[in-house]
C-alpha cells in the first residue's frame, strides 16, 4: 500500500553496509509475539495492584476522607490518603544545573496535602490484593470538599494571558522591523484567527508501574522517555540514594510525550510499595490517564500577513496563546516555525500563556510545531488565494537563505527540493485552483499543501561500546524504545563505524543501570545516541590499534588510525592494504575483549557532561539554524451532502538528513502524518468549561483516526546529510506531524470554498 | 465493579424464572455494553444471569415470507446471514456499521436493542444526569451536547439511543417478542422505548422480569429498494451522528411505498411517519424529499451543540431518497 523511495546516495559518498537499509527491526519477533515484557507484565512473587482515587472537582480544600468501605473490601491491604500517607519530599525547583529536574509532571506533593489543584488529581491510592479489588475499593472512598473558585475555561481566560519571556532554548517573542506597518501598507494581506482544541497522546500502552522495594533500594518497572531523569526524581521524592534505584523500561508502547514527565501514577505506586511492604503494580485505565496525564494545550493564534502584488512577503505576524496548569506545564513554541520560513523583512512573533487550574499540560509530538504550522501555513495558503498565485510558489518565492530573524546560517536547508519532489510524485500540476473545481460525482475534491518544519536538537549520551574476541559487539546506553526503533538504528550504525555484521551488534537499552542515555525528546534521540556511539567506536578502533600495534607480528604495525578501514570484522589498511581482525587481534594479545566509553556517569561526570552539553548546545545554536522539514500534498474528498471529509491520497516529501533505516524512517514519518489526520479530521479532548472535567476519556469518544480513515501514504526522503549533524542525521519523529492539519484545511478551502480555522473540522463546520 | 451473583441459564424458562426471582437481576448477553456500565458502575444488579446458552440463536424463514431472528443472534452472524443479505440488505447494511468486528462478533440482538445511550454526563459518575440518577439534573443541557437528540427530547433529557441497527429495525416494522412468567408479548419495535418526559431513567415498556426472545421481520415490501446511510465523524468506529434508514418504491413516477427512520437524532429510533405521510403519493422529486424531511424536522429542537443535526438530517434524507430513486430506476 505504502511506496516508500529511497534516493540514491550521490556517487562519491561511501556508506555504510547496514546505514540506511530497511533493516527490520531487532524487536519485532518478541512485540509481534507477546514476548515482549511491558511494565505491567512483570510477576513478582506476592505481586499486589493499586488502584487511584480521583478528584471530582477542580480547586479546592478536602474536607473529609471516609475509607471505611473501601477498608472493608476483601483483599483490600492497604487505603492511603493525605491522612495517613509517609511524607515525601517535594518535586523540586527546576533548575538548570539539574536538568532532571524539569522531570516532574507537576509541582503538587501527591498525598501530602489536602489541597486540590485539578479535576482528576489523585487524592487517594488503594493497594489490594486484586486489580478489581483495588478498583472496587478506589470507587468506594468518599471524598468531601470545600470547593474554591476555579478557572478552568480557556476561551474565557484567554485575557489574563501574559506574554512569555525568552529562555536561551526558545525566544518568546521576535520583534523585527514594523510588522503591522507593513501589513497595512501592503497591497495584498489577510488577518486570520485559528483555534485549536485540547489533544491527548492516546498510547496503546496506557501508563503502567511495577514497583519494588528491598530496604533502600527500588526497582521500577515503567514506560517512560527519561529513565535516568526518572531515577534521579524518585530518589529525590523518596530520600534515598540514587544508585539504589532502578528504571528498566525495555520497551514503551508508544509516548509521543506523554511518557516524558513523571506523573502521579508512578510516585503513587512506589509509595504503595513503600506502605505496604510488597511489591505493587499500578496499570492505570484510560481514564485514568486521561486525569493524570497532561495532553497538548489547546492553542488560539492569530496570523497577519502582508505581502505586495507580486507575492514578496512584507510582513508577518503570528501571535499564541496556550495555558499551563497552575500546578505546572510549559509554553509551547507555537510560533517556532514562523521565525525560519518565510523570508519576510518584518516579524512580529509573541507567544503568552495563562496558567489555569487544570492538569499541567505537557509535550505532545512536536509540541509548538504541530499547532502553529496549522495557523501559519493555514494563513500563506490564504495569502495564496488572495493574490491569486499557487501555494507552493507563492512558498518558494520567500525562500530565505539565511535566517529571517537573525540571519544566522541554515546548517541544511533543502525545502526547495522536497517541494519539487513532492509535486511531482503527488501530480500537483494537475489541480485546477479554482475552489470546487474538481468534482468527483458527489463528492467535492481538494488538494492542499503545507510545509512540514521541525527544529533539530541533541543532547548528550553516555555509551560504552564492548568487543569481544569472537568479534561480537555489545552497545550500552539507557535511552529509549517507544517503537521508533532506536536498537535497530544504533546497531547499524555501530557494525558501519566497527565493520562488523549487523548481527554481531546487540545494544543494551532501557535500563537506568547502563550508561546514562538522553531522554527521548525533542526527536534528538537517535542522534544523540549516534553522536556517542561514534565517538566510542572510534575510541574502541585506537585501543584495538593499539593492541595490534604492541605485538612485532601484526600487520597494522606503524599504521596511524586515520590509515585505517573498518571492515570485514577487523582493520585494515585502506580497500585493499594489509590488515587483520579483531579476533586475531584480541587473540594475539590473550584479550577476551576491549570496551571504550563515552562520558561518565559519576555525580561530577554528569555535571561536567551537562555543562560540555550546554557550552555545546548554545555554541550550535549561535551558529546554525538547524532543522528537519518538508511538504506536505493531501487531496481530500468532501460528501457534498453531508460535509463528512475523507482524506484520500496523501504524499509527505521529507529533508530529513541521512536516513538511517529506511523502513523505520518511513515508519515514523508516516505515523506523524497518521496523527495529524486525526488533529486536523477528529481529535478534541472535551473539557467541560464549567467544571474542568475531561468528558470523553476513553477511545471511544476521543477520536484518533481508525483505518478506514487513512489513505495510501506515500513517503519520500531526499537523504542528503546534514554536514553538521552525526551521520548528517536528522531526527525523523515529529516533523511529519507539522503541517498536516494545515495541508487538510487547505485542501478542504480547495474543496468546497469553506475556511475552517478551528480544528478538528468536523462536518458540521462544513454544513 | 461491585459483586455480584452470576447465574447461567440453559433454557428459557429457567431464565425467566431466576430473573422474577431476584429483583433488580440483569441479563447479559454479549456484555459489550452491560460490562461497561458495570465497570462504571452505572448498572448495580446483585445478580447477572448469563442467556447466551439460551437455543434463541437461529434465524427462521417465517411462512409468510418474513423472518424471525433469535435474541441471541450475534449481530455479525446477523449481519452475514443469508436470509438478511438477500432480503434485507438494509439490516445487514446498518449493522456492519455499527461498532467494531470484534464488538459485532459479541453483541446479540436483544442486547443491541437495550444498549443505552452514550450522553458523556450519563457515563461520568461525578456529573448530573437524570436518566442515572433521576432528579439530579442533567448537565448535558449546558455541556456537550453534540451528540444529542433533536427529536422527543425533553426538558430533563436530551439523550439518543445509540443503536443502528434498531433504526433499519423501526423502518422494517420488526416486532419485539419477550418472555415473563406472566407469558408472551409482541410488542411493535417502535413502541418498545419510551420518550424521556419527565422520566428519563424508565428507557423502555418492557418490565425488569421481561426476556427478549425474539425479533420478527414482514416480508420486505416487494419491488422496493432500501438503504441505511450512517454520518459520523470518523470512517468507521463512532456512533451515528445521524442515519437514515429508507425503504422506497416509485410507481409511474409517484412514491408507492415509503418507510423511513432516522437515527442519533433522539431518544428511540425514530420512524419518520409525518415524512412518510408527506411522501406517500407525492411526486418522486428533491423537492418532495425536501418537503417530505422538513415536515418531520419541523418538530425539532436543538441546543447551541446539536443545532446542525436538523440541517445534517433533512440533506441525508434527501440524499438518501435522492440515491433510492436512482438506485430504483437503475433497476
Ligand atoms: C466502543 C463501542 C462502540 C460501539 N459502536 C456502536 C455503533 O456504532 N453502533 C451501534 O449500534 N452500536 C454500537 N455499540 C454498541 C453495541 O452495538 C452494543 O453494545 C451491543 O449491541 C449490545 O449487545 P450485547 O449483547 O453485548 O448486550 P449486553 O451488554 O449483554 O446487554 C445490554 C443490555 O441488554 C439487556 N439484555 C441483553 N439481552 C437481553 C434479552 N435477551 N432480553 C432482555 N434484556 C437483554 C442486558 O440486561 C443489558 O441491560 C458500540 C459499543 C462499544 C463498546
Keep these: 500500500m505504502t511506496d516508500v523511495q529511497t534516493r540514491e546516495l550521490p556517487a562519491g559518498r561511501t556508506t555504510g553496509r547496514n546505514v540506511g537499509r530497511p533493516i527490520d527491526r531487532v524487536d519485532g519477533t518478541a512485540k509481534t509475539t507477546g514476548a515482549a515484557r511491558y511494565a505491567a507484565e512483570y510477576p513478582y512473587p506476592g505481586l499486589t495492584h493499586a488502584a487511584l482515587v480521583h478528584a471530582t472537582i477542580s480547586r479546592g480544600r478536602i474536607t473529609s476522607v471516609d475509607t471505611a468501605e473501601a477498608a472493608a473490601v476483601p483483599g483490600v491491604l492497604a487505603v492511603i490518603t493525605h491522612l495517613n500517607a509517609p511524607a515525601m519530599k517535594p518535586p523540586p525547583p527546576v533548575s538548570p544545573l539539574n536538568l532532571s529536574t524539569l522531570v516532574s509532571g507537576t509541582t503538587v506533593n501527591y498525598l501530602n496535602t489536602d489541597e486540590v489543584h485539578w479535576d482528576g488529581q489523585p487524592v487517594g491510592v488503594v493497594v489490594a490484593e486484586t486489580r478489581e479489588a483495588a478498583l472496587r475499593a478506589a470507587a468506594l472512598v468518599r471524598v468531601g470538599y470545600r470547593e474554591l473558585p476555579a478557572t478552568v475555561d480557556f476561551a474565557a481566560g484567554q485575557g489574563d494571558a501574559r506574554p512569555e519571556k525568552s529562555s536561551p532554548i526558545q525566544p518568546g517573542a521576535v520583534a523585527k522591523g514594523d510588522a503591522a506597518a507593513a501589513i497595512a501598507a501592503a497591497a495584498v494581506s489577510v488577518d486570520v484567527r485559528y483555534t485549536t482544541p485540547p489533544h491527548h497522546h492516546n498510547a496503546i500502552e496506557p501508563h503502567a508501574t511495577t514497583a519494588v522495594w528491598d530496604g533502600d533500594r527500588l526497582t521500577v518497572h515503567e514506560g517512560s522517555q527519561s529513565i535516568a531523569w526518572m531515577r534521579s526524581h524518585l530518589a529525590l521524592r523518596f530520600g534515598v540514594p540514587a544508585a539504589g534505584v532502578r528504571v528498566i523500561s525495555p520497551y514503551v508502547g508508544g509516548a509521543f510525550g506523554g511518557k516524558g514527565m513523571v506523573w502521579a501514577g508512578t510516585v503513587l505506586t512506589v509509595l504503595a510499595a513503600r506502605v505496604t511492604g510488597r511489591p505493587v503494580r499500578l496499570a492505570l485505565t484510560r481514564e485514568g490517564v486521561y486525569r493524570t496525564v497532561g495532553g497538548r494545550t489547546p492553542s488560539a493564534q492569530r496570523v497577519a500577513l502582508g505581502a505586495s502584488a507580486d507575492g514578496a512577503l512584507t510582513g508577518l505576524i503570528h501571535t499564541s496563546v496556550t495555558r499551563t496548569g497552575r500546578v505546572g506545564g510549559m509554553p509551547e513554541q507555537v510560533t517556532s516555525a514562523s521565525r525560519h520560513l518565510y523570508d519576510v523583512p518584518n516579524i512580529t512573533l509573541q507567544q503568552a500563556t495563562v496558567p489555569l487550574d487544570l492538569l499541567s499540560n505537557t509535550a505532545m509530538r512536536a509540541p509548538g510545531e504541530s499547532i502553529g504550522t496549522f495557523a501559519l501555513e493555514a494563513a500563506i495558503d490564504e495569502l495564496a488565494c488572495e493574490l491569486d498565485m499557487d501555494p507552493i510558489l507563492l512558498r518558494m518565492r520567500n525562500e530565505p537563505a539565511r535566517d529571517p530573524v537573525d540571519g544566522k546560517r541554515f546548517a541544511h536547508r533543502m525545502l526547495r527540493e522536497a517541494y519539487a519532489l513532492g509535486a511531482e510524485r503527488f501530480g500537483w500540476p494537475e489541480r485546477t485552483p479554482r475552489p470546487g473545481s474538481m468534482r468527483d460525482g458527489k463528492w467535492l475534491v481538494g488538494m492542499g499543501v503545507a510545509t512540514a518544519y521541525h527544529p533539530s536538537w541533541q543532547f548528550s549520551a553516555n555509551v560504552t561500546v564492548r568487543l569481544a574476541a569472537d568479534g561480537t559487539v555489545v552497545v550500552r546506553c539507557g535511552f529509549h524504545e517507544m517503537g521508533m526503533g532506536g536498537a535497530t538504528a544504533q546497531a547499524q550504525i555501530a557494525a558501519d563505524a566497527l565493520g562488523v555484521p549487523f548481527e554481531a551488534v546487540r545494544v543494551e537499552y532501557g535500563d537506568s543501570d547502563l550508561p546514562t542515555g538522553p531522554a527521548a525528546g525533542g526527536s534528538a534521540q537517535t542522534a544523540s545516541v549516534a553522536a556517542g556511539l561514534l565517538a566510542a567506536c572510534e575510541k574502541l578502533k585506537r585501543s584495538v590499534l593499539a593492541l595490534a600495534r604492541r605485538s612485532g607480528d601484526s600487520p597494522l604495525r606503524g599504521r596511524r588510525p586515520h590509515d585505517l578501514q573498518a571492515r570485514d570484522g577487523g582493520l585494515w589498511a585502506g580497500a585493499s592494504g594489509p590488515g587483520e581482525t579483531y579476533a586475531a587481534i584480541l587473540g594475539r594479545a590473550g584479550r577476551a575483549s576491549v570496551e571504550a566509553r563515552v562520558g561518565s556517569d559519576t555525580r561530577a561526570g554528569e555535571i561536567l557532561g551537562q555543562a560540555k552539553f550546554i557550552a555545546k548546545f548554545l555554541r550550535d545554536r549561535r551558529r546554525w539554524v538547524k532543522a528537519a522539514c518538508g511538504a506536505q500534498f493531501c487531496e481530500v474528498r468532501v460528501d457534498s451532502d453531508t460535509g463528512e471529509v475523507r482524506v484520500s491520497r496523501w504524499v509527505g516529501s521529507f529533508d530529513v538528513g541521512t536516513v538511517i533505516n529506511a523502513k523505520t524512517t518511513a515508519g515514523q514519518l508516516r505515523g506523524g502524518i497518521v496523527m495529524g489526520i486525526g488533529m486536523a479530521l477528529s481529535e478534541e479532548t472535551l473539557l467541560d468549561p464549567r467544571t474542568g472535567r475531561i468528558m470523553n476519556p476513553n477511545l471511544a469518544e476521543y477520536h484518533v483516526p481508525v483505518h478506514a480513515d487513512i489513505p495510501p501514504i506515500d513517503v519520500h526522503y531526499l537523504n542528503e546529510p546534514d554536514p553538521t549533524m552525526p551521520l548528517g542525521l536528522i531526527g525523523v519523529g515529529e516533523v511529519s506531524i507539522t503541517g498536516v492539519a494545515a495541508a487538510i484545511s487547505n485542501a478542504v478551502y480547495h474543496a468546497t470554498g469553506k475556511r475552517v480555522r478551528d480544528l478538528p473540522i468536523t462536518l458540521d463546520k462544513l454544513l | ?331
Excluded at chain 2, 431472528?69 to 445487514?92: D, E, F, K, Q, W
Excluded at chain 2, 423502518?171 to 409482541?186: C, N, Q, W
Excluded at chain 2, 463512532?238 to 422506497?248: E, I, T
Aim: hydrophobic share 40%; glycine share 8%.
Design chain 2, 1 to 331: 465493579m461491585r459483586p455480584f451473583t452470576y447465574l447461567r441459564a440453559p433454557d428459557v424458562a429457567t431464565a425467566v424464572r431466576a430473573i422474577s426471582a431476584e429483583p433488580g437481576a440483569k441479563f447479559i448477553g454479549g456484555g459489550t455494553n452491560l460490562v461497561d456500565l458495570l465497570r462504571e458502575d452505572i448498572e448495580q444488579p446483585g445478580t447477572v444471569i448469563d442467556i447466551t446458552g439460551l437455543p434463541l440463536t437461529g434465524v427462521e424463514e417465517l411462512p409468510d415470507g418474513g423472518i424471525r431472528i433469535g435474541a441471541l443472534v450475534r449481530n455479525s452472524h446477523l449481519a452475514a446471514h443469508r436470509l438478511v443479505t438477500t432480503r434485507y440488505p438494509m439490516l445487514s447494511q446498518a449493522i456492519l456499521s455499527g461498532a467494531s468486528p470484534q464488538l459485532r462478533n459479541m453483541a446479540t440482538t436483544g442486547g443491541n436493542l437495550l444498549q443505552r445511550t452514550r450522553c458523556l454526563y450519563f457515563y461520568d459518575g461525578a456529573a448530573a444526569c437524570n436518566k442515572r440518577e433521576p432528579g439530579s439534573g442533567c448537565d448535558a443541557i449546558g455541556g456537550f451536547n453534540r451528540q444529542h437528540g433533536v427529536l422527543g427530547v425533553s426538558d430533563d433529557c436530551l439523550a439518543t439511543h445509540p443503536s443502528d441497527m434498531c433504526v433499519a429495525l423501526a423502518a422494517l416494522d420488526a416486532t419485539v417478542e419477550t418472555r415473563s412468567e406472566h407469558g408472551v408479548r409482541r410488542i411493535p419495535l417502535v413502541d418498545l422505548h419510551r420518550l424521556p418526559g419527565t422520566t428519563p431513567h424508565r428507557e423502555t415498556v418492557l418490565a425488569a422480569d421481561e426476556l427478549i426472545t425474539a425479533i420478527e421481520l414482514p416480508p420486505p415490501p416487494s419491488g422496493a429498494v432500501s438503504r441505511y446511510r450512517k454520518v459520523r465523524d470518523r470512517a468507521s468506529y463512532a456512533f451515528a451522528l445521524v442515519s437514515v434508514a429508507a425503504v422506497l418504491k416509485v410507481r409511474d413516477g409517484s412514491v408507492s411505498t415509503v418507510r423511513l427512520a432516522l437515527g442519533g437524532v433522539a431518544p428511540k429510533p425514530w420512524r419518520a411517519y409525518a415524512a412518510e405521510r408527506a411522501l406517500l403519493a407525492a411526486p418522486a422529486t428533491e423537492e418532495s424529499f425536501t418537503r417530505a424531511a422538513e415536515a418531520e424536522l419541523t418538530a425539532a429542537t436543538a441546543r447551541p451543540g446539536n443545532a446542525f443535526k436538523i440541517e445534517l438530517a433533512r440533506r441525508t434524507i434527501v440524499a438518501t431518497l435522492r440515491d433510492l430513486l436512482a438506485e430504483g430506476s437503475a433497476a
